[in-house]
């Protein structure tokens, strides 16, 4: 045992941990149960370096919980579905199930590699059966209660793929792959209910403290809460009325105009015929404008007159109606009373389309003009022109408007949701089948439980064009319908792939439970996860939906909790910097040799600092890096070189660095093994022996308190190699062999979370029989923390005139009468009388004499 030999330590270690199932837990058990979750990757074929940091910085936390005697969950498993295992088919001809399981088998090694203390029998694949299957009972239960249901919305649809396309997928209103001219289609979709659980969603917000705030701030962004009124707008000359939502109906005087949204339902009702080639060429254009860009605050505000007129129910004046592109149909009722003098977007249309404005709400010590107004005052103010309303300031208009509609029976009081519906269909084939049969004669109707599950078919063809691939496989398609008998076709959507992440952390709890979904039990047990390790682009869709999907699973009667992460760390990016040559573009880092590239021999060109990603080639490869230094050296450096929330970045000599710190450990170790080899306690020990067992005990103490709860790896480490400095300079070794036996243990005990397999080595190597694992997180001795004596100078008029060692408890008066009674002091203060002694504890006694 005299060379550091990672790979050997780390192959028997990781043999050892498979063959005795060491992390393999059940419920029961006496200990109190951790969960610990680390988001599932996507089995793309590979692991990268930010599954590595993830990974391990998920590690850290599950073996340091196990070794604090926690019953500790840690499972892994691949959320598998999804469209590039789609393209991968249909560029290379693999089957999307063969690529993906093979992508799976590939990573599990990699991962089994890293030695990340994983119970591997929880293993899930979310594209197998045997998970998926239980996704369509959970939907049919859904549906039962109205939480799934289908109607016809607009989506991005690409006219040549015959597919819909995500917000994502669409570059300058073109398709991302054919480039062809986006559409909106009107498509009728599978959607789920979120809606009915935006408000709860909201108010979980605020009791999730240990979720990171920028995350819980995008999550009520997103749910967007507003609360207003709807007011009823007659229309002249008909009994129909215009419904809209405002949030500001203390503007309700100053509307001059409607705008409606183009898909209204009212838009091609209202146009008369003179304005019919008017509106009918907006509305082509609008079409092709996607809802991202609709929204946006420098989208030119345009629209259309469709020659009809409404009534403000206040003013009694007439407001010709319009359709605006900035108005979307599936926001509040689809419908704007325009203020142009007090919302921006209306003063940029009524400026284009010359409309009149009335001020409602003038700011204090101020007089607006409409005709000079340079763009709408959105602030607060007393109110004019408002009739009964005049001179109130305007927030309270807003109440006394709100209950004098009410009154009216012109309009109340509401709360409007930015969130929508979740849109679930896919028009995908690598994806669970929605477990819907349409039948001519009756409808919709759901796969009966007993004929679940909806098994994906293996012998469609993937070819890329057209529509959805499960359409074209027959043998799929036809059915009978459950209920009639008759020919019926099946719903060939997939699910979105989020459905699938929105539960898996409850399936963790019991994979192989024949009979439902979750075992109650055992997610009673497990949930809710006690800690979850993520990126931060999850901070509204996935993790929004994961606390959705845990509340309609409660309501379903399936478990208990009503949100699924108590605690949420977002680790940042894994970056590195880009290089490139003229002629050769992006080059790897093995494709640049002293500072060239490696094909031309030309000067690579060092770019900017940025996240890995296979397109820039600044990648470093998992597998590589554990060839040259082993997992443990991998895992060290990603805790290392920064906080687990900030962006890392990679550069080599920090490797190094790492690796050689570990050699270090294992010298220190090997080279002092003779000394150590006595068991007796030490007696006396001196004092340099004394700073010695000081520092080991400050240590245990400092990375205790850094990994708990905190998260500061990289500090924690430091702490830890600045103990093997000082076991490297301690020179009393002979002396007080059992104060190094303590420093030896500790620094492999401390390091045990982070490289677990070199741990574990020394441990052994340290004469100890049985795994470090089973030994439990050190604990410090508080005494052995306190220095006992300390050094105090003593000044006499100003001036330093002695020093003096004393207990470090000492109390004032002990320390005054020993800075006193010093040799040095009492010559300075000869032939004086003492006038002042001042004890600033623990530094300095300064004494006035005269
Ligand atoms: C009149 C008004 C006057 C408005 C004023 C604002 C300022 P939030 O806060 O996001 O809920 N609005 C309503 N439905 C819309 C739709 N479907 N598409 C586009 N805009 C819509 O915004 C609510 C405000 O957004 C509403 O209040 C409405 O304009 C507009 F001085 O009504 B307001
Ligand atoms: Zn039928």
Redesign the pocket.
Known sequence: QERYDASAVETRWQQTWADQKTFKVSEISDKVKYYLLEMFPYPSGRIHMGHVRNYSIGDVIARFKRLQGYNVLHPMGWDAFGMPAENAAIQHGTHPAKWTHENIANMRTQLKRMGFSYDWDRELATCDVEYYKWEQLIFLKMYERGLAYKKSSFVNWCPDCQTVLANEQVEDDCCWRCDSEVQQKELEQWFFKITDYAQELLDGTDRLPGWPEPVLTMQRNWI?R?T?CEIDFPLEGSMQKIR?????QD?LFG?TFMSL?PEHPLALELTTAAQRGAVEAFLAKVGKQDKLRRTADDLEKEGVFTGSFCINPVTRKRMPVYLAN????D?????????PT??QR?FEFAGKYGLEKVVVIQPEGEVLDPGSMEG?W?GSGIMVHSGTFDGLDNEEAKERIADYLAVEGIGKKTV?Y?LRDWGVSRQRYWGNPIPIIYCDLCGAVPVPEKDLPVVLPTDVSLTGEGGSPLAKSSDFVHVSCPQCGEAARRETDTFDTFVESSWYFARYACPDFPSAPIDRQAAEYWLPVDQYIGGIEHAVMHLLYARFFTKVLRDLGLMEVDEPFSNLLTQGMVCMETRSCPEHGWLYPEQVLDGNCSFCGKGAVTGRNEKMSKSKKNVVDPDGLIDRFGADTARLFSLFAAPPEKDLEWNEQGVEGCYRFLNRVWRAVFDNLPIIQETNADGEIGAEAKVLRRQTHRTIKKVTEDIDGRFHFNTAISAIMELVNAIYSFKDKDGAPAVLREGLETVVRLLAPFVPHIAEELWISLGHGAPLEESGWPSWDESALIEDEILIVVQVNGKVRGKITVPADADEEFVRTAALNDENVQRFLEGKSVRKVVVVPGRLVSVVAG
């Open positions: 967007g507003s207003g809209v939502f405002t949030t500001r503007t509307a949204a900035f108005v979307l149909m926001y509040g009722t689809g419908a704007v009373m325009a203020v007090h919302d209306d709408a959105t409007n930015r």
